[in-house]
Each structure stands twice: as C-alpha cells, then as structure tokens.
C-alpha cells in the first residue's frame, strides 16, 4: 500500500512525523552526521519533502548535529523548535517500514530562521558535505519552498510529483516540470536523484 504519496491525507503525514526517531536519525552513529551528509555534488541543489521537526533541545542532545552547526557560523540563538527537520528524498516503501526507502534515506536539513516550513511541504535545499581538509563541512539547508502541502491535493496537480508516477515503486524521486528548463540533471545509479550542479550564483549565497 502506497502511504506517502503527495496526495496522502495529513492523517498519514503525522503519522510519518510521529514514526521517523530523531532518536535514530540525530544521534545514531550511522546517521549522525547527515545533515552534513546527501547523495548529490556538494553545493547543488535538490529537491526534499518535509516528514518531521525536531526541538532545540533534541538538536543541542545531538553533540554531532549541535557542532555541526555551530562550526558552521550558526549561532546557537538561531537553533529553535523547527530549525532543524527531518526530510525524505525517495518514495514510497520498502521490504518493512523501518527499512523504506524513505527511512533509510532520510537526511536532516538546517532551516532558516527567515522561512516557514511546515510539515508535507516540497522544498529546496542545498546538499552539504562532511568536514574534508580541516574545515567545518557544509550542511544540508533549505533555501526555499517549492510547493506547499494541500491535504487531498492530487500529485499530478501539482508542479511537482514523485516521479515516475507508479505507485507500486519503492524508490521514486521528486522532479517538478520546471526543472530541464532551468539547468537540473538526473542523477542515475544508486542514489537517484534530479538536482541542480553548482554554479558561482550557488557558491555566492
């Protein structure tokens, strides 16, 4: 059965919040440093749907997470309830739940303090990096959303859909009508993925 497709009713999208841990994903040792971590070039952006918040206090737990971000130049004023998400790039399912595609896949972004986001919403974020050479690394953050959650919206209403459109695949990725038009490749292999290489715009936000 196809939980978590764009159309899933808000019921489900909670019910996604309420079962991906950050317990699992902020601190376990596999996972800990995906805000940092993705599947794309560093610096490029991509598309993800946002499945859970975490709170400050979760984030300041997470001793990896809360350094990350830090050494990143974030003040820690600006890590509040929200400021960090859990979001998922593949839909839909898997083998088990614990084991879907989008579970296992999961990556942690950083929020701007200048937007709002909110649970089911499609957004754009540019990929980060772990730490090379000595310096702090990049993280995962959220540049802008590309398209609101709407309870009961049909995917293909939207600009963008979980892509291809088969309900019965496990490891479909996000694509929007816009995206040939404005320079985004599709990533084959392991990792599927559409995204936009990095350009000198890109390395001057």
């Not at 649970?119 to 953050?141: F, H, T, Y």
């Not at 404005?182 to 936009?196: D, I, N, S």
Request: aromatic share 10%.
């Amino acid at each position: 059965m196809n939980r978590f497709i764009l159309s899933t009713p808000t019921r489900n999208l909670l019910f996604i919040g309420c079962t991906i841990s950050f317990s699992f994903i902020l601190t376990s040792c596999s996972t800990a440093l995906r805000i940092e971590s993705n599947f794309v070039p560093a610096g490029s952006l991509r598309l993800a749907q946002v499945m859970a918040f975490a709170k400050r206090i979760e984030v300041v737990q997470s001793k990896v997470t809360y350094d990350a971000i830090i050494a990143s130049g974030i003040a820690d004023s600006e890590i509040v309830d929200g400021s960090v998400v859990v979001a998922r790039i593949y839909c839909c399912g898997g083998m088990t739940e614990n084991f879907s595609s989008e579970k296992g896949n999961a990556i942690v972004l950083y929020v701007p303090k200048v937007l709002n986001v909110a649970l089911g919403d499609i957004v754009e974020i540019r990929a980060g990096r772990p730490p090379e050479k000595g310096d702090a690394g990049l993280l995962n953050i959220v540049m802008r959303v590309v398209q609101r959650y709407e309870a009961g919206k049909g995917a293909a209403k939207g600009d963008c859909w979980w892509d291809p459109k088969d309900d019965r695949l496990w490891l479909r990725v996000l694509y929007c009508d816009w995206m040939p038009r404005e320079g985004w490749v599709k990533q084959e292999g392991l990792h599927p993925a559409w995204y936009k290489p990095q350009s000198s715009d890109l390395r001057s936000k």
